[in-house]
């Protein structure tokens, strides 16, 4: 499943209809659909960052059914140990040694218990796990860069997740906050 943009709105086919007809008026339809859902769209696009930008500043003030949209740097199978090398590639090397970042987590990750079957990890476990070698400060409240990791179900029992890195003004709704460069 080769996605690298999530984008969440509200649900219903009618505003499904009115989202993509924002995002063609906005970034044209040079974009490959890889999954629908209710509330979720997710998309593969040649830049999600640029797209970010251009979706961010077309839509900036205006009324949109779309909530936010999220550039995706690397989709991994929800095993911890997948995801923290995932997450470090991006994070030290984007994060800069200043600044503060958080952890945000979407729904389960596992891990591969001794027998070799899959095991749900805690949220706060999943955390920490992740934050461990990344040496920036912690700040939960007004961070300068936020890792965002989101289960995203594909099929009926089968799950991805998709890891972001990148300043917290990408995180936001999308009609909150000036536009700005998200690297």
């Known amino acids: 499943m080769n996605f690298n943009m999530i984008i969440t709105c509200e649900p219903g086919r009618e505003n499904l209809d009115w989202a993509f007809s924002q995002i063609n008026n906005c970034i044209?339809?040079?974009?490959?659909?890889?999954?629908?859902?209710?509330?979720?769209?997710?998309?593969?696009?040649e830049d999600p960052y640029s797209t970010w930008y251009k979706l961010k500043t077309c839509l900036y003030g205006k009324d949109t059914p779309i909530h936010r949209v999220i550039p995706v740097d690397s989709v991994v199978e929800p095993i911890i140990n997948r995801i923290v090398q995932e997450v470090h590639r991006f994070a030290l090397t984007r994060i800069p040694q200043d600044s503060s970042f958080r952890i945000t987590l979407h729904g389960k990750i596992f891990t591969i218990n001794e027998k070799g079957r899959l095991t749900k990890i805690s949220?706060?476990?999943?955390?920490?796990?992740v934050a461990e070698g990344i040496n920036r400060r912690v700040?939960?409240?007004?961070?300068?860069?936020?890792?965002?990791?989101?289960?995203?179900?594909?099929?009926?029992?089968?799950?991805?997740?998709?890891?972001?890195?990148?300043?917290?003004?990408?995180?936001?709704?999308?009609?909150?906050?000036?536009?700005?460069?998200p690297l």
């Open 28 to 45: 044209g339809t040079s974009y490959i659909v890889i999954k629908v859902r209710s509330s979720l769209i997710l998309i593969n696009v």
């Open 123 to 129: 949220s706060i476990e999943a955390i920490k796990i």
């Open 139 to 181: 700040d939960l409240e007004n961070p300068d860069w936020v890792i965002y990791i989101r289960s995203v179900p594909i099929k009926r029992w089968s799950v991805l997740t998709a890891i972001s890195v990148a300043k917290s003004i990408v995180f936001k709704n999308i009609r909150v906050g000036e536009p700005t460069i």
